[in-house]
């Protein structure tokens, strides 16, 4: 059972415009949820993270908002650039359990000049 | 300052076959951790170890062990290689803190074939 869901696993869009990413979770205890890109022949690399007592964080191009009671998040990337195209993860962290990180399946970004 | 490494970045194996895949981090980390990245499959916790001296099992530990053999270095050996075990493989460490979200950092990725 996936506890951490990305349900598009692909999403294209134009130069400029938002690329809008989002990841649904079943577990109520996860303390924090990180946004990770992957490019191809490369290592994950952290984005973005939110704490689960917030409901958003924003860096940059990146924002990020968490709905508790929906069990949801979402990335939003404004304006969206060419070198944005990779794979994000989302992922959740639980540190009661050992401070594991459990990742959802990834969506491929692709941005079109 | 390399980071998290990983070796070798290719590997081809027989069925039946054993190998031990390396990583090393030079940030001090305390905790480490080894993931396999399957398509449409994220990435699966193999096995991590939280501290030196201690390892634990992840989501998906079946026909892999783990060695912590100091602080720097976390390695994860096939006893007798699948097919099932082709996939990519991702070591990563963080520094564990009370607050903060401890990120991970990840190494470049083995990719590894049993054939």
């Known amino acids: 059972d996936q506890q951490v869901k990305q349900n598009s696993p692909s999403l294209s869009v134009q130069e400029g415009r938002i690329s809008i990413l989002n990841c649904d979770y079943t577990n109520s205890m996860f303390d924090y949820f990180l946004w990770y890109k992957k490019y191809p022949a490369e290592g994950p690399t952290f984005l973005i993270s939110i704490s689960s007592i917030k409901d958003k964080n924003e860096d940059g191009r990146f924002t990020v908002f968490l709905n508790k009671s929906a069990k949801h998040l979402s990335l939003h990337i404004v304006p969206s650039q060419p070198g944005d195209s990779a794979v994000y993860f989302c992922?959740?962290?639980?540190?009661?359990?050992?401070?594991?990180?459990?990742f959802g399946g990834g969506t491929r970004v692709l941005v079109k000049p | 300052n390399a980071g998290v490494t990983q070796t070798p970045k290719f590997q081809v194996l027989k069925t039946g076959q054993s190998m031990t895949l390396q990583c090393a981090q030079d940030?001090?980390?305390?905790?480490m951790y080894w993931y396999r990245q399957d398509p449409g499959m994220g990435l699966r916790l193999i096995y991590y170890?939280?501290?030196?001296?201690?390892?634990d099992k992840g989501e998906v530990p079946n026909g892999y062990n783990v060695s912590r053999l100091n602080k720097r270095e976390f390695s994860l050996r096939l006893e007798s290689a699948a097919p099932s075990q082709t996939s990519v493989y991702f070591c990563?460490?963080?520094?564990?803190?009370?607050?903060?979200?401890?990120?991970?950092?990840f190494g470049p990725g083995t990719r590894l074939t049993v054939l």
């Open positions: 992922a959740a962290l639980s540190k009661a359990a050992g401070n594991k990180l459990t």
């Open positions: 170890s939280a501290s030196e001296g201690t390892t």
């Open positions: 990563a460490s963080s520094l564990l803190r009370t607050g903060g979200n401890n990120e991970q950092f």
């Open positions: 940030m001090n980390h305390n905790s």
